[in-house]
């Protein structure tokens, strides 16, 4: 299987670094020969068709930050979406940063792919949020494969745990925590004490909030994956806009003291149901799945018959994130066998 | 399908109530067609080899408690395994009391389905607690399915999960609380103060504890569990008799409270891996994936790439182990497609 990576930030970096890793293990257990053979940055790219090395791509990329400085295969002249043109894939590795104004350069870039037939796998929530239909219809026009575990709670399987391993069951609704850098924030509160302004700059300081906040603490990056397993999940028609949105920036100390004190934990809870599409703010239960604390995320599936089923995992790194998007690409390769 | 059901207690019971409500599902999304050809209790059995009717079945076990009072279907001189020899079926169901000294009578109508050539799903964990390889290798000599989801954590679907969601990670082990009763227990003598022996009386009352509560609470339960996950999960070649056991009879009031204090909670926990087949009691961290209160199973698997994944859900229950019993039957019926 020959993969196109586009976007070589922390995720793209971690998807070269398992395949190093994995390749041999996933030659020999699932009989898929994974093989790098076009990155791009924002700089230009690096193209073999005989596949480049892992290592050298990773140590291009932390001495230079360029990766067209790529011995003998690099290119400063061809990058993002000129890239497909210029490499024979089987799939595109798209991990370019979200961009939820126009779900741009994603939106493009996959369309591309499932054009030129080709499978997609994405960490990438932009054109997933505006555009979910879209691309769903695009794929399956087109015959091809499009996964994205990884665009919602990263190392959190929801997706293929929701879709694989309760076919008796039908899910109702689910309830969730889906952005670590929030639960990190509200959870530090809690148990310190301390004011939103202090803990979301020492949050910063951490590396755990970015520099610029506002897609975590307003509730958009949570709203985005609630479109995601809406769509993908409950079959609910939906996009961005769609969603009630309300953010973390106006919760006091005050206000999680006094929870506390009753038992409960103020959380940032997303609901997906077909009656309610809402991020907020909300007291949960002490000793509860919804509890968690750090940067975790969580999920729970209201089913109609196993009852509540949750599932907690790593909700971002580099290596987590990327572990998401191997489990797509063996999948893909699995479901064409099937 | 035509499914032969034997051992029809609460889990059997469960089993035909969800094919009552969800056979037009199953049909309509898997293209599977239930049928219940056959049923078993310990008086006598039902068969009809044009399909019971679930609902009479229910009806006549609730009224009589004996199911060879099922009108013009019913016989008082076939019962359990001689059920087999009399009734044409595709599926097993084989949902009798565990019994951890000999695994029987799982054991034998297990073994005699496999050579009749027939696909086997369970709930009971004794013959697979004792006899592990044996029921596997038996299967794969008769090329017949043989599934267990529901004998471990009820409707927290923990085979299933680890086998499919997760393919790009390696499981190294799990932790888990594989026991609600015990759950329930320390649960209640944490936030109500109050001691082993009046908590233990209470869990009774509210039918949470069997009257008879040593498999939960001297550990046995969580420990065949262990054996399971172990075998099945993470192929450690291991028994009963491999696994340390220590019960939650010793634990006082006094310990919880001290845990408390620092921030911590008792539970019984398992422990698998390579080195380590354990079931004790272990301090966890409040608001941890621990931290889970009632009789909630779950159980977190330490990977190499996607770090701790955790998975909660029922661990009892007739209609949710009832829908893990579902699933196994679908996975079969899928298996054999692909």
Redesign the interface.
Known sequence: MRICLIGFGAVGQGVVK?IS??KK??KN??NIELKVVGVSDSSGSAINQEGLDEELLLDIKSKTNKIYNYPKYGDNSLQGIELLDNVDYDCLVEATPTNISTGEPAKSLTLKAFNDKKDVVTSNKGHLALFFNEMISKAKENNVEFKFEASVGG???II??SK???????IESIIGILNGTTNFIL?RMTSEGSSYKDTLEESKVLGIAETDPSQDVEGIDAACKTVILANSVLGIDCVYDDIEIEGITNITSQAIELAKKEGY?IKLIAEISKDKLKVAPRLVK????Y???GT?N?ATLK?D??????????GA?S??T???I??D???IK?TIR?
């Open positions: 398992i890793l994995k293990h996933v257990k699932f190392a959190m399987p293929n745990f694989k391993t309760l076919p008796s069951s039908e959870s934990f002490k000793n509860s799945p509890a968690i604390e975790l969580m089913t018959l196993a009852g509540d089923v949750t599932v907690v995992g790593k790194g290596i987590e990327a572990s998401a191997l489990t690409i063996i999948n699995k099937e």
